[in-house]
């Protein structure tokens, strides 16, 4: 009778309760790591990978994942898996990396309009939610950079910041990025002016470093490096200027498209001229005096 | 006997009355072209211009054609800007006090959809009149002032000259004339925000207005950095509201919408005397305007400090302009302005080509095609002195540090680069024969950029 009772009902019990055990078990570890647990990054690839594989790919095709040091969800989302989304999308995750607040790329989003209300409205923002559909009043550096959760970074940047060469090739492939989040506010038409009227305003930008390279090119074949090292100084400081006005197009700051920018690098050119002209000027007082002597 | 109307009354009446009709024509004659302002006829506007100054650009899109009621608007553009939406929801617009009726999308923009325009402030002041015409009143303060400031910037011999694609960028600042949103960002178009002083840092910054930097340097900005979140931001600007002031607080005070009655130092650019019946009075405004916290004595000294900071900076100043000035006497500033590219809006055919030297003779436009010892005159006076008026107006000791500091050494630059010019010059003028003396025209006046510059503006 005992052997009936166990085989018909315990068993089967026993056997469901086993199953559910081991199954919420196995369901547990594979949804939600616990929060006072530590992550790194190969732990958050493997679980995120079957759960969206095309962020992962994202990121790996990134400037970040081939950084070095590598950029990898725990350098912006920390290690703790709560809140880890909200961490990494608030400004300080960027900009921590980024040269901090005082560096151009940082500086020249928060000399704009967007910079400037991200500052006296952050606080107010609810930062659990995705960066889609003006989800927040004034975009921070990833709403724009990384819109739709897109983790592929370098997608919305231009290669000339980084490595100073200009690739007109990428230019369509990063507006049309970049217009999926601007236009969650402002109307095509203005969109598309500030896009041509900014890749003009660079190209006058390029014209005053290009002018100013041909005259020191022109200029190595008659002078040493030691008298043309002012000059050349100056060049350089003519790159960073660039780059001010490439960022202040970027981030519309019109402090960086201007005084950091486009009337910086008139000095830049002018004190190049300058230096150059005189060591010009000073050549042709020489060869008047040894003129003079030969007569 | 008949009394003739005597000539020397008679003639210069008919001049008066021929010339300054002709005048007002030509003038008006001069502004009718494609582009704005006293060189319209010079160059042609970008596209863009439109947004930043659209009483003179704007023309709308065609794209969408029908006549709409609000809710039309709204419902449509929910999805298709909806940022834009949410703003105009969380607004008074959306949500009027009392009796007042919605203020919807056509009621700025028109219910056309091909015939839309962007509000200009007359369009807010239809019905914020108040504060409009405080805006407008800030014209007879004469510049700076926010008001003038488009007129002002389309004038500038350097903004007609330059090619338009790059002084967009100083539309963008300059457009605060042109359009409320510059302080009350569309489409919240919220006081408080305004009120905040990160709603003035995007055009008050950088070298010859470091605002940002000299106000968030002082007592006053460290504490509303440290405890602005807290405050009231709803409130008035007026006395007890805020624990400390911020730049509208003293500069609009009880919110009055212009910020040029009150200026002694007009921005720096040229030295006043702060001791004239007008600005006793104004210099007795800000006293007033002090006392909402300080003590009146205390802050008279604040006031007579800057007097002497402004006095020791111009002596600076006038050192410099002096050196430049006497390098312009004798022939010795190099390359002179026929051997470079000409001053903005000159020309070959002009009959004098002289170096701007100082405010009065046009030096804001001299910051390219000059010669490097203008330049670091132009940066002195624009970048440096302007880094100590601020420090010096804002309570920033560290700025009037950093400004006088940076003045002594172009001074010093100045003066031996002006001895070095003067050595070469000499050794030139040994030179007896013309054709060996170097000609600077070529490297001057070529190269891609300079070229484009003199082609297209």
Redesign the interface.
């Known amino acids: 009778m005992a052997k009936i009772f166990l085989t018909a009902f315990l068993s089967p019990a026993l056997s469901i309760f086993l199953l559910t055990v081991m199954a919420t078990d196995v369901f547990a570890t594979q949804a939600v790591p616990k929060k006072n647990i530590t992550l790194k990054n190969t732990s958050c690839i493997q679980c995120h990978e079957a759960q969206n594989r095309s962020l992962i790919k994202d990121w790996q095709n990134s400037a970040h994942a081939t950084a070095e040091p590598v950029v990898d969800c725990v350098s912006c989302h920390g290690s703790l898996h709560s809140n880890m989304a909200s961490t990494a999308r608030h400004d300080d995750s960027c900009t921590g990396c980024h040269g901090g607040e005082k560096a151009p790329v940082a500086h020249s989003y928060a000399s704009s309009k967007h910079g400037s209300l991200m500052r006296i409205e952050k606080n107010t923002y609810d930062w659990n939610q995705p960066f889609i559909l003006a989800n927040y009043r004034t975009p921070g550096c990833g709403y724009c950079h990384m819109y739709q959760s897109n983790h592929n970074v370098s997608s919305t940047v231009r290669h000339e910041l980084m490595n100073g060469k200009t690739d007109n090739s990428e230019i369509e492939k990063v507006q049309d990025k970049m217009r999926q989040a601007c236009q969650t506010c402002h109307a095509p038409r203005y969109i598309s002016l500030l896009f041509s009227n900014g890749e003009a305003m660079l190209e006058i930008a390029r014209k005053k470093v290009r002018e100013a390279k041909a005259v020191i090119d022109q200029a190595e074949n008659h002078f040493n490096e030691n008298q043309l090292a002012p000059a050349k100084q100056q060049f350089k400081k003519m790159q960073q200027h660039l780059r001010n006005v490439h960022l202040g197009i970027g981030h519309q700051s019109p402090d960086y498209q201007w005084w950091h920018g486009q009337p910086a690098l008139d000095g830049d050119l002018l004190r190049i001229k300058d230096s150059i002209g005189e060591l010009q000027r000073l050549k042709a007082i020489n060869e008047s005096r040894s003129d003079a002597v030969s007569d | 006997m008949k009394r003739r109307f005597p000539l020397y009354l008679l003639v210069p009446l008919l001049i008066a009355l021929i010339s300054v009709p002709t005048g007002f024509f030509y003038v008006d004659w001069n502004k009718s072209g494609e582009g704005a302002g006293l060189y319209s006829r010079d160059w042609k506007p ?3 211009f ?2 930043w100054n659209p009483k003179d650009f704007y023309q709308s ?1 065609d794209t969408v054609v029908g006549v709409f009621d609000g809710e039309q608007c709204v419902q449509c553009h929910q999805g298709v ?4 939406v ?2 105009w929801r969380k607004s008074r617009h959306a949500k009027p006090s009392g009796q007042q009726a919605t203020v919807y999308c056509s009621d700025c923009h028109g219910n056309n959809h091909e015939d839309l325009h962007l509000p200009t402030p007359d369009v807010c002041g239809s019905c914020h009149d108040k504060q409009h015409g405080e805006f407008i009143d800030e014209k007879r303060y004469g510049f700076p002032s926010h008001s003038l400031a488009m007129e002002r910037a389309l004038d500038a011999k350097h903004f007609a000259d330059k ?1 338009k ?2 002084v ?3 539309l ?2 300059h457009s605060v004339a042109s359009k409320c949103d510059s302080c009350h ?1 569309r489409h ?1 178009f919220s006081a408080a ?1 305004a009120r ?1 002083p ?2 003035c ?3 008050h ?4 207005h470091p605002d ?1 930097e000299t106000y968030f340097h002082s007592k006053h900005g460290q504490l509303y950095l440290a405890e602005g ?1 807290n405050w009231d931001w709803s409130k008035p600007l007026s006395k007890g509201n805020y624990p400390a002031p911020t730049c509208a607080y003293c500069h609009m005070d009880a919110g009055k919408h212009q910020v040029a009655d009150k200026s002694i130092w007009q921005f720096g650019i040229k030295q006043v005397n702060p001791l004239t019946a007008g600005n006793i009075v104004k210099r007795k405004q800000w006293i007033d305007l002090c006392s909402d916290c300080h003590e009146k004595d205390w802050s008279a000294d604040r006031l007579k400090e800057m007097d002497a900071e402004r006095k020791r900076a111009w002596k600076k100043l006038y050192k410099a302009e002096s050196i430049l000035k006497s390098l312009r006497s004798d022939k010795l500033l ?2 002179s302005a026929k051997q470079r590219p000409f001053y903005p809006m000159n020309s070959e055919s002009d009959l004098l080509h002289y170096e701007r030297i100082g405010f009065f003779e046009g030096q804001a436009s001299a ?6 010892l203008e ?1 670091d005159y132009f ?1 002195m006076w624009y970048f440096e002195n302007l880094t100590a008026y601020k420090g010096a107006a804002h309570g920033d000791a560290s700025f009037i540090k950093k400004g006088h500091e940076a003045m002594d050494k172009s001074l010093k630059l100045i003066q031996d680069k002006a001895d070095r010019l003067r050595f ?1 010059g000499e ?2 003028n040994n ?1 007896k ?1 013309d054709q ?3 000609a ?1 025209e070529k ?2 006046k070529n ?4 070229l ?1 510059n003199r082609d297209n503006n």
């Open positions: 970008e596209a863009i439109a947004y899109v800007t909806p940022g834009i949410n703003d090619p694609a790059e967009t960028a100083c963008q600042c960002t919240l925000e905040r990160e709603a840092i995007t055009c910054s950088g070298p010859p940002d979140e190099f390359p910051f390219y095609n000059v010669s490097a330049r940066e070469i050794l030139e030179i024969n060996q003396k170097y600077p490297l001057w190269g891609e950029y300079t484009y």
